[in-house]
């Protein structure tokens, strides 16, 4: 991502929380999925950048930083030098016709990431890479399509038997509406071709054109179609003379490029795939990985956050007693840990008593528990116990009760006088119970953020610097 992505400039906050956030899962999905496979070597299918073409070379340079520590380029790692070879896309050189009043912009890719047009081997298979943006040029004397089909002119079959696997950014020609197979998450898009005006050369495309299609697999007779673009998955099969060809048109390892679901490709090439086969097209084996759905992780966060939220601002304050028929649960395990209490406490009370030795007319002897007197708890003084309720009566010498010296003191909402009339107690402001409320949220909240922030900021960082 850069200033181009998203429409926002360059010193944006919103911006450079979308880049680092993006930035770190790529990063994360590298190390940790990528690489433990131990790859011989690494293949880009194109798209660098976003805004390649359109940024200062300020800019493009911080983005190409940026590029480098996501895949670890910078680091020495476990198998420190795998190849890495790369395909020119058109965000980072553009069409035709951008290029070709700018070639300033050729020049800068290619400093940096080499020619557009090569070939190398792995495994007795060939890979063609091709920059698929001059294929289509528009202008038929551009110089640059016309490097672009020279090269593809010298690799004929019969200079080497290796089969071939071909490497381009835009895909190939297929009707509208070809079905894209069972792991495409976004509708089909349709071919679309737009160009400058006075024959300046091809502004837009999403595929190749047919005549150029054809072409192309007509010299090359590739084994195997590897192409981006789309920035979701797509599988075809193209016929041709010589047999079906199969393409895989792969999705964006990025969670940020319109794709829900980013993914990569596995790839093993050798003559070890083939040993109990003759057919070339046996060379190659591909497997289609996906990644963790970044999206859903981070709406799954956002859902725990709001829960987390809610819960502090309607738990009752009283905590659970305020639940309906919560008190009735509480007051029946009181009872029965009362009455278990009370028959341990009995059980005691018989192990512990005193015993005599008593013998009878056969000379036998028996244990008898001696009787003890039980003290009467009865006091001169009576109070009755009530939930909520306190009644005081005073006493007379001979313990005789006197009604019209009782006080009754009610503790609930309600004050009962002595002539049965009710008076209303003042109730507590509302807003000093909003206030005392979003104290205690807003102090949950500073608890919950000073034991999460820091761990949080720890597993972010891990992953983020360079080991």
């Known amino acids: 991502m850069d200033s181009t992505s998203l429409g926002l400039p360059s010193s944006s906050i919103a911006l450079q929380a979308a880049e680092f956030y993006t930035d770190l899962n790529m990063r994360r999905s590298f190390q940790s999925a990528i690489l433990p496979f131990d790859p011989d070597m690494v293949l880009f299918l194109g798209d660098h950048f976003d805004g390649g073409p359109y940024m200062s070379n300020e800019e493009w340079h911080e983005s190409l930083f940026r590029f480098k520590h996501i895949f670890s380029m910078n680091e020495q790692r476990r198998k420190p030098h795998i190849p890495i070879f790369y395909l020119s896309g058109n965000h980072d050189i553009g069409y035709s016709?951008?290029?070709?009043?700018?070639?300033?912009?050729?020049?800068?890719?290619?400093?940096?990431?080499?020619?557009?047009?090569?070939?190398?081997?792995?495994?007795?298979?060939?890979?063609?890479?091709?920059?698929?943006?001059?294929?289509?040029?528009?202008?038929?004397?551009?110089?640059?399509?016309?490097?672009?089909?020279?090269?593809?002119?010298?690799?004929?079959?019969?200079?080497?038997?290796?089969?071939?696997?071909?490497?381009?950014?835009?895909?190939?020609?297929?009707?509208?509406?070809?079905?894209?197979?069972?792991?495409?998450?976004?509708?089909?898009?349709?071919?679309?071709?737009?160009?400058?005006?006075?024959?300046?050369g091809i502004t837009y495309q999403n595929y190749l054109t047919k005549e150029t299609s054809d072409l192309l697999l007509s010299l090359l007779k590739p084994v195997l179609v590897l192409s981006g673009h789309d920035h979701d998955q797509c599988t075809v099969v193209h016929s041709t003379p010589f047999g079906p060809v199969t393409e895989h048109t792969l999705g964006t390892i990025s969670w940020q490029q319109g794709n829900l679901y980013p993914s990569f490709m596995l790839l093993s090439a050798g003559p070890k795939l083939s040993q109990n086969s003759t057919d070339l097209k046996h060379e190659v084996m591909t497997n289609l990985c996906f990644l963790p759905k970044q999206t859903h992780i981070y709406i799954w966060y956002i859902c725990q956050f709001a829960v987390t939220f809610v819960l502090l601002v309607f738990w009752p304050t009283n905590g659970l007693s305020s639940v309906p028929?919560?008190?009735?649960?509480?007051?029946?395990?009181?009872?029965?840990?009362?009455?278990?209490?009370?028959?341990?406490?009995?059980?005691?009370?018989?192990?512990?008593?005193?015993?005599?030795?008593?013998?009878?007319?056969?000379?036998?002897?028996?244990?008898?528990?001696?009787?003890?007197?039980?003290?009467?708890?009865?006091?001169?003084?009576?109070?009755?116990?009530?939930?909520?309720?306190?009644?005081?009566?005073?006493?007379?010498?001979?313990?005789?009760?006197?009604?019209?010296?009782?006080?009754?003191?009610?503790?609930?909402?309600?004050?009962?006088?002595?002539?049965?009339?009710r008076l209303a107690r003042p109730s507590k402001s509302k807003v000093r119970k909003v206030l005392q409320r979003l104290f205690r949220v807003i102090q949950s909240i500073v608890v919950i953020a000073a034991l999460n922030v820091p761990l949080y900021m720890m597993l972010l960082f891990k992953d983020w610097i360079d080991h």
């Open 97 to 200: 016709a951008f290029f070709s009043a700018h070639p300033e912009v050729l020049s800068r890719y290619e400093k940096e990431f080499g020619s557009r047009n090569y070939q190398f081997s792995a495994g007795k298979v060939d890979f063609v890479v091709i920059d698929a943006q001059t294929l289509d040029a528009g202008a038929k004397k551009s110089k640059e399509r016309s490097s672009s089909w020279e090269f593809i002119k010298t690799l004929s079959p019969g200079n080497t038997s290796n089969p071939k696997v071909l490497l381009t950014h835009i895909p190939l020609y297929r009707p509208d509406n070809t079905p894209c197979g069972p792991h495409r998450s976004s509708p089909v898009i349709n071919q679309r071709v737009s160009y400058a005006a006075l024959d300046q």
């Open 325 to 421: 028929y919560m008190n009735a649960f509480v007051s029946f395990m009181r009872s029965v840990g009362a009455e278990l209490f009370s028959r341990t406490k009995e059980k005691d009370d018989e192990e512990d008593g005193e015993y005599e030795m008593v013998f009878d007319a056969e000379g036998s002897m028996h244990l008898v528990k001696k009787a003890v007197a039980k003290v009467s708890s009865a006091s001169s003084d009576s109070r009755t116990v009530g939930r909520g309720n306190v009644v005081a009566r005073a006493t007379a010498g001979k313990h005789q009760l006197e009604p019209d010296s009782s006080i009754l003191v009610e503790m609930g909402s309600e004050v009962i006088s002595e002539d049965g009339a």
